[in-house]
């Protein structure tokens, strides 16, 4: 995958927004958080209003021509303090009219509090870096979907062919690069796949996390569950856990694991029912016997 992607979620980086064709033809600098260009673009929005902070919800790449900052220092100060505080990807300044260089109030509390600032040289048409950019972000999320969906074909060709729940989860663990547990509403494991530190076996990954957290996975763990659970249950048969051994899971491994979990659901219904049917069998027999 394009290493412009964010692939811990549907997203594209910073660095790989400037890449891009309509910011680049503006000749952007960036002035403030050269460091912080791998932070995640969720969407963009364009304003000139002072409290446009109010507005956004975090993870934007904010483009404007500064109408909004004021005159001020303590006004031009505050305005970014407060869009980093709301958590936005960056702020990106049109030179021109309005301002034909940064302040340096901006400038100064961009680097004080983090935040990416980039100023374009030239004129840009800000609808058309906006659409170029969410095409980029839809683009991504759809690459993460095609590989979540790899992992579901895998996981049902392994069925298909014979295999069961113990075949899922090793495809999920090679996927994840985590070791996955199959576990009880109440915590009790039923299977284990993959592979923990320096090739543990991964019930001693599983023992050693449960000693240390009694009632749940720790931080950074993803659980899903997987339906199919009687009455009183939630409608939960089990629950998948992904633990973060090696790296925290990502979003597409909780994708990957939410269509496992659904296959999952079909084998241990098909399991319980022969249970159920062997069980009976065996009443029958008995009864016949006596």
Not at 209 to 222: N, T, V, Y
Not at 262 to 267: D, N, P
């Amino acid at each position: 995958m394009n290493s412009g992607y964010d692939t811990r979620g549907a997203g594209i980086t910073v660095r790989r927004a400037l890449e891009l064709p309509g910011l680049r033809s503006g000749l952007p600098e960036v002035v403030a958080g050269t460091d912080r260009l791998g932070r995640t673009v969720r969407w963009v929005h364009a304003g000139e209003v002072p409290n446009i902070a109010s507005l956004l919800k975090g993870g934007e790449l904010l483009l404007t021509t500064g109408y909004g900052f004021g005159t001020r220092p303590a006004d031009q100060r505050a305005f970014v303090r407060t869009l980093a505080e709301r958590g936005i990807a960056a702020l990106v300044v049109e030179l021109g009219p309005r301002f034909s260089r940064l302040p340096a109030a901006l400038v100064d509390s961009a680097r004080s509090t983090g935040l990416p600032l980039v100023q374009l040289h030239r004129e840009v048409p800000f609808v058309a870096v906006t659409e170029e950019i969410h095409t980029e972000i839809v683009n991504g999320h759809y690459a993460l979907l095609r590989r979540a969906e790899e992992v579901h074909r895998r996981c049902t060709e392994a069925l298909l062919g014979g295999g069961g729940v113990p075949q899922v989860l090793e495809i999920l663990a090679g996927f994840t690069g985590n070791p996955v547990f199959l576990e009880t509403t109440d915590g009790r494991l039923l299977y284990a796949a993959g592979k923990g530190p320096e090739g543990a076996d991964p019930l001693q990954v599983w023992e050693g996390l449960r000693d240390r957290h009694q009632d749940d996975p720790p931080a950074g763990s993803a659980l899903v569950d997987v339906p199919g659970g009687g009455p009183g249950s939630g409608g939960v048969r089990a629950r998948l856990v992904l633990l973060p051994v090696r790296s925290a899971p990502e979003p597409v491994h909780r994708m990957a694991a939410e269509r496992a979990a659904g296959l999952l659901a079909v084998v241990l219904m098909q399991a319980r029912q022969e249970e159920e049917l062997a069980a009976r069998g065996r009443g029958d027999f008995l009864t016949d016997l006596a």
